[in-house]
């Protein structure tokens, strides 16, 4: 049984450190994306306020990629909320996996006795009635919307609509 939560913790584990590797990666892109954005901005309106370009269709180009790219670094920081979502949630899981793997490492190394059978008793009720309360599930996505247009409610026969 031991092997089989060491086995589970080891995954956790990967888990944990896959989605923190995600983590700082989409922070990283968010941020370089939305300073590329800036500039791209910036230097497109400074060239557009200096007047040394006869055609401005490059510069609202340039405006343009700027905008774009500030929208592709909002994206990348929504991923990056995303992961610290599920990050938490690997780390809880994990934290509770050692405590239940602490608690019966003890339990395992108490003297043969009732002392010990009280012990892995209450063990066992508390690990069987652990609520997934105490766990904090990653929230839910928001609902879809039905495309379908709502039905009116039908009117009772011989009632009139008013």
């Given at each position: 049984?031991?092997?089989?939560?060491?086995?589970?913790?080891?995954?956790?584990?990967?888990?944990?450190?896959?989605?923190k590797?995600?983590?700082?990666?989409?922070?990283?892109?968010?941020?370089?994306?939305?300073?590329?954005?800036?500039?791209?901005?910036?230097?497109?309106?400074?060239?557009?306020?200096?007047?040394?370009?006869?055609?401005?269709?490059?510069?609202?180009?340039?405006?343009?990629?700027?905008?774009?790219?500030?929208?592709?670094?909002?994206?990348?920081f929504?991923?990056?909320?995303?992961?610290?979502?599920?990050?938490?949630?690997?780390?809880?899981?994990?934290?509770?996996?050692?405590?239940?793997?602490?608690?019966?490492?003890?339990?395992?190394?108490?003297?043969?006795?009732?002392?010990?059978?009280?012990?892995?008793?209450?063990?066992?009720?508390?690990?069987?009635?652990?609520?997934?309360?105490?766990?904090?599930?990653?929230?839910?996505?928001?609902?879809?919307?039905?495309?379908?247009?709502?039905?009116?409610?039908?009117?009772?026969?011989?009632?009139?609509?008013?």
């Open positions: 049984m031991l092997e089989d939560i060491n086995r589970d913790l080891a995954q956790l584990i990967e888990y944990y450190a896959i989605n590797s995600q983590a700082k990666s989409s922070f990283r892109m968010s941020v370089a994306a939305i300073i590329t954005g800036f500039i791209t901005i910036i230097s497109g309106v400074w060239l557009s306020y200096s007047g040394n370009l006869p055609n401005q269709n490059p510069l609202y180009i340039s405006v343009l990629a700027g905008v774009i790219l500030e929208f592709i670094g909002g994206a990348y929504y991923l990056y909320n995303r992961s610290l979502v599920q990050l938490n949630f690997f780390f809880s899981r994990l934290a509770l996996m050692q405590d239940t793997m602490l608690a019966i490492t003890l339990t395992e190394n108490l003297p043969e006795g009732p002392l010990r059978h009280r012990a892995v008793d209450h063990l066992i009720s508390v690990i069987a009635s652990r609520d997934a309360k105490i766990l904090p599930e990653p929230p839910p996505t928001a609902p879809r919307r039905s495309r379908l247009p709502a039905r009116k409610a039908a009117t009772a026969p011989g009632k009139k609509k008013t």
